[in-house]
């Protein structure tokens, strides 16, 4: 989700933001296996989507900020295709072949329909669902369902480009967009899949980053007392649940991750790196790994509790440890393996076409 940008504390906050997703996810295995855990904990994790919505919207903007050079709209998402698709439709065709392979010892169904329209990043399911509770019900990866909103938001932002709006006039534009694409949708409560992701408000949490890397390029900065506030007051918001609606999750959450980025990179010494956070940014490095390959992971790790005794107890020392190492390994296989490698020779035939 994005690309590796200078900006340490946001590579720190990509990493954070997987790793509460994969935590959430955790917990709701753990609580189909028969764990009983508070309604607090059972939340935990669910703000990670929100982190990255936002950080996506400000590295899509700040790196199409060159004052002295406009960004051709289809070199944007060419960039963007480079960066998402690769890994996304490789882990996707293996989930669905071992979904194939399996057959009748799952209970997953996934049709010939569902996974073309998933490597689309469209959602597809047999009966109407509501995308705001049951959106991962409509992909190959049940995950998946953030990137439909990341392409929904590049489309959108290529079209500022290809009109030729300057940073301020993207935003301003993008905001009405989505102001009365979401309005219409409060109106009409529409079924189709992909209507209900346009007329989600969870797409203004993108227009919050872009706001962020507008403030930044126009100079503003915080001072550590100030970067430290807004990261105590937006964790703590993002650790609890306090909405009821989307419409609520995007006033809470996504001004929680709002105040959470902008300590990240309006902070005086946001850029400062240290030995000390270098295994968090690389945490960040292979968040978007992590984020997708957890799936895989999850499933594999429930097999292995029930076999094996001493990983029944789901917080156990032992049981975490070992769900930590297995997780990270195969982010980690993946983005060496897949991503990185794609990356490096779509970047070298990018500099063959441009010699």
């Not at 065709?93 to 490597?119: D, H, Q, R, Y």
């Not at 409060?186 to 507008?214: K, R």
């Not at 105040?259 to 945490?283: E, K, M």
């Amino acid at each position: 989700m994005g690309d590796k940008g200078m900006f340490v504390w946001v590579q720190v906050l990509r990493g954070l933001a997987a790793s509460l997703v994969v935590l959430h996810h955790y917990l709701a295995s753990q609580i189909e296996r028969g764990a009983v855990i508070s309604r607090w904990v059972e939340n935990l994790g669910g703000s990670g989507v929100d982190i990255f919505f936002v950080i996506s919207g400000f590295i899509m903007m700040i790196t199409t900020s060159n004052a002295d050079k406009h960004p051709a709209a289809g070199d944007f998402l060419k960039r963007r295709l480079v960066r998402v698709v690769p890994l996304y439709w490789v882990l996707t065709i293996i989930a669905f072949a071992m979904v194939l392979a399996a057959g009748s010892n799952v209970n997953t169904v996934v049709t010939p329909e569902k996974f073309f329209m998933s490597m689309l990043f469209l959602p597809y399911n047999e009966a109407a669902i509501d995308m705001g509770m049951l959106a991962h019900k409509a992909y190959v990866i049940p995950m998946a369902w953030t990137l439909t909103y990341e392409w929904y938001f590049y489309l959108v932002f290529a079209l500022t480009l290809a009109i030729g709006l300057r940073p301020t006039g993207r935003l301003m534009f993008m905001t009405a967009w989505f102001a009365v694409t979401v309005g219409v949708g409060l109106l009409l409560q529409p079924t189709s899949l992909i209507a209900q992701v346009v007329i989600h408000p969870m797409v203004f949490e993108f227009l919050l980053g872009c706001l962020i890397a507008i403030l930044y390029t126009k100079g503003y900065r915080i001072g550590g007392l100030a970067a430290l506030i807004l990261a105590a007051a937006g964790m703590f918001v993002l650790s609890n649940v306090f909405h009821h609606t989307s419409y609520d999750r995007t006033l809470y959450w996504g001004l929680a991750a709002f105040a959470l980025i902008t300590a990240a990179t309006l902070y005086r010494g946001s850029q400062n790196d240290s030995a000390a956070i270098r295994p968090f940014t690389w945490i960040g490095d292979i968040s978007y790994s992590l984020y997708l390959s957890h799936f895989f992971t999850l499933a594999l790790f429930v097999r292995l509790q029930k076999r094996f005794e001493f990983l029944s107890d789901s917080f156990a020392p032992v049981t975490m440890v070992a769900f930590l190492t297995l997780v990270v390994l195969v982010a980690a296989g993946c983005y060496y393996c897949i991503e990185e490698p794609a990356r490096k020779i779509f970047a070298e035939r990018r500099r063959l076409r441009t010699a």
